[in-house]
Antibody, heavy 119, light 107 residues
């Protein structure tokens, strides 16, 4: 079965950086687009970024463009999110997601990792 | 960006009730609309994609309809395990955007 396990969350000061990882198993990682989606405490879902199956195309929400970088290492079945210049409003649970095929639909979700940005 | 508006934001219903949630897009998105269910403290779960297609393993009491700008998620007979928050999401173009959510509570 599909498993996605995020790691790397924690408490970080405003303006600093953090890198999240997501390991995928139970599917052919190299075949699918992948996503990061976040949810601030008590709020709705916000799509953050996506990457194509081979890493050749990346897509970002305006709120993180220029600060966050999504990447993947297909040899390690691992997805990453490098987050720079963090702000208080980036505080959220960050979910890793596997697309159904390209970069449109999050078919499976990880359990999430909490990022808290303190000022 | 395409804005997604869900209504209502919350509703109270009883087991066995028929429940309908609506989602409106700020522009036409054809049938590129997904529905997710989220329970407290858990990750979301895909229920329906491309407006009407049921994800594998999702009970048939869930159904989706609509195209263009107006979409509906229907639960034909609400079960105890269906009390949750439901989100729509447009998959027409990036940035992907979600509706604000509809919380279905027990009456």
């Amino acid at each position: 079965q599909v498993q996605l396990v995020e790691s790397g969350g924690g408490v970080v000061q405003s303006g600093r950086s953090l890198k999240l990882s997501c390991g995928g198993s139970g599917f052919t990682f190299t075949t699918y687009g992948m996503h990061w989606v976040r949810q601030a405490p008590g709020k709705g879902l916000e799509w953050v970024a996506a990457i194509s199956f081979d890493g050749s195309n990346t897509y970002y929400a305006d709120s993180v463009k220029g600060r966050f970088t999504i990447s993947r290492d297909n040899s390690k079945n691992t997805l990453y999110l490098q987050m720079n210049s963090l702000r208080a409003e980036d505080t959220a649970v960050y979910y890793c997601g596997k697309d159904r095929h390209t970069v449109t639909t999050v078919e499976y979700w990880g359990q999430g990792t909490l990022v808290t940005v303190s000022s | 960006d395409i804005q997604m508006t869900q209504s209502p934001s919350s509703l109270s219903a009883s087991v066995g009730d028929r429940v309908t949630i609506t989602c409106r897009a700020s522009q036409s998105i054809s049938s590129y609309l997904n529905w997710y269910q989220q329970k407290p403290g858990k990750a979301p779960k895909l229920l329906i994609y491309v407006a009407t297609l049921l994800q594998t393993g999702v009970p048939s009491r869930f159904s989706g309809s609509g195209s263009g700008t107006d979409f509906t998620l229907t639960i034909s007979s609400l079960q105890p395990e269906d009390f949750a928050t439901y989100f729509c999401q447009q998959s027409y173009r990036t940035p992907l955007t979600f509706g604000g959510g509809t919380k279905v509570e027990i009456k």
